[in-house]
Every structure is written in C-alpha cells, then in structure tokens.
C-alpha cells in the first residue's frame, strides 16, 4: 500500500524560507518518478514540480523557477521542496505525488499521478 506524508508547512513571511519534506512507503521508492502540486482556494490543483527517478533531472512551472528546488533522497525514501523568497501568492496547501509503476521520468500533470499525499498548509503572509 503506496503512502506519502507530507511536513514542514506553516506560516512564514514573504521572502523567507520553508522546506516541504514528503516521506514514502509501499514500493520501490527509486523506482517512481516524483512531484510537487499546490491547490489554492477556489483554485485547480497547479503544478509546482517534478523530478525524475534518480535526481537526475528536475522540472519547475515558471512561477517558481530559481526561487523551489526539488531533490530527493532515495535511501530515506524522501522528496524535498526547498522554497525560498516565498511570495504571498505561494500560499496554498502542498501536495506531493507519486508516480504509477514504468514512470520514471518528468510527470506534469495530476492525470498522471495515481498517488497523492494529504497535502501540508503553507501561508505567506506580505
């Protein structure tokens, strides 16, 4: 049975720091391919990031590009979102995701991701 906890969410100023973790159980964690999403209030589950089975080659939406970085440590079975300069329209609840079983590489939207977390409140007040 696949399960992804997310933590690390909370209320933070705008231009400071948090980092998401989302620890994973059930499967081979090096085998899937992983990502980061946010939904907003009134708003559809975005795209934040993705990142590949090894590491190796990550993924951002434009909105977060060189302020998030994704990594992933395999031997704990842990993805990271490192968000810096955290803006107020960050604020969201975080969700992490893993995908099925063949799909090791950049997954973008939530249609291909079958496994979810119950999501981490981040709020950015300005």
């Known amino acids: 049975q696949v399960q992804l906890v997310e933590s690390g969410g909370g209320l933070v100023q705008a231009g400071g720091s948090l980092r998401l973790s989302c620890a994973a159980s059930?499967?081979?964690?090096?085998?899937?391919?992983l990502g980061w999403f946010r939904q907003a209030p009134g708003k559809e589950r975005e795209f934040v990031a993705a990142?590949?089975?090894?590491?190796?080659?990550?993924y951002y939406t434009d909105s977060v590009k060189g302020r998030f970085t994704v990594s992933r440590d395999n031997a704990k079975n842990t993805v990271y979102l490192q968000m810096n300069s955290l803006k107020p329209e960050d604020t969201a609840v975080y969700y992490c995701?893993?995908?099925?079983?063949?799909?090791?590489?950049?997954?973008?939207?939530?249609?291909?991701?079958?496994?979810w977390g119950q999501g981490t409140q981040v709020t950015v007040s300005s």
């Open positions: 995701a893993r995908g099925p079983p063949g799909r090791i590489g950049i997954l973008t939207t939530t249609q291909e991701y079958p496994y």
């Open positions: 059930g499967g081979t964690f090096s085998s899937y391919a």
């Open positions: 990142i590949n089975w090894s590491g190796g080659s990550t």
